[in-house]
Structure formats: structure tokens, C-alpha cells
């Protein structure tokens, strides 16, 4: 898949920020939902529910830029948003669902929270899910947040706050499945027996032979567009693929052999930490094989992936498991600040306008402090991404500047001041 279309919110507006542009409101009782423009979960602007507030946005994701190869190869799908309590009782209720669609708009999978979800009005809460080994057909993806206030007021919007709602569609590996028709993208370093094989239409993937099948593949990450700043906050990393025996004769069951190793490794190719599936034994169904890497340092620069296996049959030909869909995801936490102390900061130090503003069109910044000289300007996406970078000279108290972020897609951005232990941050929306 192209990298050049993943790890990008493709919600529009998807804080809500302003107004409700690029969402559909399919109810919205009692007094109604309301804008708040400094109470999101980083200071800036968050959508408050009334009585009962429910809204959604389809995506379409080969408008988007994907091709209908990228999207039959089941990219992972991942959705993530925010929300917090307030009112009177803080525990306002809170539930969403996310659906894969096919181009006809029948329903590939879905997701719901179960239920309502019950938040409160001290911290900030984050519900994510990742949809993985749907199979072919995705095209759209249906987002839907309701929420709704603990009180049943319909006299005033004291509902559930929401924020921030992300939907990425994309797979760190280029090359995830058999879908090109062949080992594209993979180092293969044992090919024994008869080789790997892609030619098993009924159960698509990679097959190994008679004897042992190897293929690896690095990810760079910094080519991807991640900065070293990103990776050394230790992103939570999954990393898994999907395995099946076979039977050469009557079908599925047969206790192949498979393995699977992963390494995070540093810029100069070092082990930073790594995980060994030892052999797995193939069953009639399919088995998820991978690990999951938290707290595991700095440093990080790129991820190794080698797996393969043999037939335990050993017949002459492709008779050995599937291997299939081998997939990663990576989430950066958000650094939790008291939103009020970010309100106060932003408010009174950094202004940036228009707000929403039309891609390629100058943002004008005005920063008030008494620090002069160079200071750092850096744009982030919603994924905590650097989408831009440069400096600027402040000379008075009172500064004005503008930059041009060009090209970039419509969607939530964070733009960040820094000088000797001044920072400051706003969001921006682009439409």
C-alpha cells in the first residue's frame, strides 16, 4: 500500500470544532449540542452533548486516494476519539459504533462500545478499536457517536464533552498479504522444497513446501514520516499475522509448522527488544501469531518481521500452512495536561487565524510574550505525526508571522511554539 495514504485522519472536521461541517446530525434533543471552543481534551475546541445528541460521517475511502487493490488486501482499520464528563453529574453516557462497507453499502463488519459507556468529569478517556482480517471489499467506513446527558436535562447542554475522533486506515507493511500475486516487498532467505507459492486461490496467502520457506521484511520508520522525537515516546507497537494448517488432501487441520520472529531495532540495526513465536503447530482454523511491545526504551528506528515454516507432510509441491494478513499498528498516548492550566497558556500567549482555514492558504500566528528571538514551529496530525517544521524570529512582546502548510489533507492539526522552555499549543482545522 502506498504510505503516502496511511496514517492520516481521514474524518473531516472531526473535532467538531467549529461548527458541524463534513457530520450528518441524525438527532439532537432537548436544548441541543453546543461548541466549546477551549474545553477539548488539549485545551482547544470539543462538541458538548445535550439531552441526546447523535452524529455521523461516512467515508469513502477510494475517493480518498486508496485503489480498490489497496483496499481488498483488508488494510487495518483503526478508530480512536475522546471523551470526558460534565455537568451537574459528570457521569454523562456515551456510546459509539464504526462499520465497514462494501460499495453497495452492505455491511462488512462493525463495532459498537457495549452499551453506554459511563464517564466522568475528572480525566479524559480514550476508546479505540482496530478491525483487522475482514476480507475483501471495504470501501466506505460509517462513524457514528452518540451522546447523551446523566441528568436527562432538556433545558440545558450539560451532556457528554466529545473530542477528537480519528479513523486511520493503513498497514505499516507495504506488502501485507499475497495480494500482489507474488513475494513483493519480502526478502526471501530460504526457499526450500518447492519454494513459496501464492497460488492457492481457496485459501489465499503465502504456502510453504517440503522444506523450510523463509522471508523477511525491515520497515523503516523514519521513512515513513515518523520523527525520532515520536519514537522515542515509546509508541504501544502490535505487531501479528494469521496462520492456518493444511491438508493436502481433505482440506484444513493438518499441524504444519510455522515461526515467527519480530525485532525493534535502532538506527544502526541493533536489538532493542524482541519476541520468538517458537514453532506453532497449524489447526483447522485460523491462529493470530504476534506480540505486543510496550516500555521497551528509546532509541527506536525500525521494525524487523521474518516468519516461515515447512509441510509436515513433506509431499513434493505446496502443501504446507497459510500464512497471511501480517499487520502492525503503532499508538502514541497523548501527554495528559491539566486543561485548564493549556487553556490559560494558549489563550493568553498564541492565537492563530482563520480558524478553520483553506488548504495551501497562509496561517497567521500571533504569539504575546516577552521572549525574543529563534523559536521552533512544529505541525503535528492527528496521529502526533510532523507534517511541518520551521522557526521564526520574534523581535517585540507583540509578534505576528505566517507560514503555508502546503498540500495537506483536510483535518485536525496541532501547532506547537517552543523557545528556552516556553511552549505553547493551539489546533488548527484544515477543510
Known amino acids: 500500500m502506498n504510505a503516502q495514504v496511511q496514517y492520516v485522519n481521514l474524518l473531516v472536521n472531526p473535532g467538531v470544532n467549529v461548527d458541524t461541517a463534513g457530520w450528518n446530525v ?21 462538541i458538548q452533548a445535550g439531552y441526546y445528541t447523535e452524529y455521523s460521517q461516512v467515508i469513502d475511502l477510494v475517493a480518498a486516494g486508496y485503489t480498490i487493490a489497496d483496499l481488498d488486501e483488508a488494510p487495518v482499520v483503526r478508530y480512536a476519539d475522546w471523551i470526558k464528563g460534565s455537568g451537574p453529574d459528570s457521569m454523562d453516557l456515551y456510546k459509539f459504533e464504526v462499520t465497514l462497507l462494501d460499495v453497495n453499502d452492505n455491511i462488512i463488519a462493525t463495532h459498537a462500545s457495549s452499551g453506554y459507556l459511563t464517564t466522568n468529569g475528572v480525566n479524559w478517556s480514550q476508546n479505540t478499536h482496530s478491525f483487522v482480517n475482514y476480507g475483501p471489499g471495504l470501501r466506505k467506513v460509517r462513524v457514528n457517536r452518540i451522546g447523551a446527558d446523566a441528568e436527562y436535562d432538556q433545558t440545558q447542554t450539560v451532556g457528554v464533552v466529545m473530542d477528537a475522533a480519528c479513523l486511520v486506515v493503513g498497514n505499516h507493511f507495504l506488502y501485507a498479504s499475497d495480494g500482489t500475486g507474488d513475494l513483493a516487498g519480502w526478502n526471501v532467505t530460504e526457499n526450500g522444497g518447492d519454494g513459496w507459492s501464492t497460488a492457492n486461490t481457496f485459501w489465499p496467502g503465502w504456502q510453504t513446501s517440503f522444506d523450510q520457506c523463509t522471508k523477511s521484511q525491515v520497515v523503516d520508520l523514519m521513512s515513513l514520516g515518523y520523527t ?14 494469521f496462520f492456518i494448517g493444511l491438508d493436502g488432501g481433505t482440506g484444513v487441520g493438518i499441524a ?19 519476541y520468538d513465536s517458537g514453532t506453532i503447530r497449524g489447526l483447522s482454523t485460523w491462529q493470530q501469531i504476534g506480540s505486543t511491545f510496550e516500555n521497551y526504551g528509546t532509541g527506536l528506528r525500525q521494525v524487523f518481521v521474518e516468519h516461515g515454516g515447512y509441510d509436515q507432510e513433506f509431499w513434493a509441491g505446496h502443501y504446507g500452512g497459510i500464512v497471511d494478513a501480517t499487520q502492525m499498528t503503532m499508538e502514541f498516548t497523548p501527554i495528559q495536561t491539566d486543561v485548564n492550566d493549556l487553556v490559560e497558556q494558549n489563550t493568553s500567549n498564541l492565537a492563530l487565524y482563520p ?20 523559536f521552533d514551529l512544529t505541525m503535528t496530525d492527528a496521529l502526533g505525526r510532523t507534517v511541518h517544521q520551521s522557526t521564526f524570529e520574534k523581535t517585540s512582546v507583540s509578534q505576528q508571522t505566517s507560514f503555508t502548510p502546503n498540500d495537506l ?13 516556553f511552549s505553547a499549543t493551539k489546533r488548527i482545522n484544515i477543510n
Open 26 to 46: 441524525t438527532s439532537n434533543l432537548g436544548s441541543g449540542f453546543m461548541h466549546l471552543p477551549t474545553s477539548g481534551y488539549d485545551g482547544t475546541g470539543a
Open 228 to 241: 525520532a522525537a515520536e519514537l522515542d515516546t515509546e509508541p504501544k507497537i502490535t505487531i501479528w499475522e
Open 256 to 274: 504444519d509448522y510455522h515461526n515467527m520472529k519480530i525485532e525493534l531495532r535502532d538506527a544502526s540495526g541493533n536489538v532493542i527488544t524482541s
Open 355 to 374: 480558524n478553520p482555514v483553506a488548504s495551501n492558504e497562509p496561517i497567521a500566528i500571533s504569539i504575546d510574550n516577552e521572549i525574543t528571538g529563534t
Open 409 to 421: 489533507p483536510s483535518g485536525i492539526y496541532q501547532i506547537s511554539i517552543k523557545k528556552d522552555g
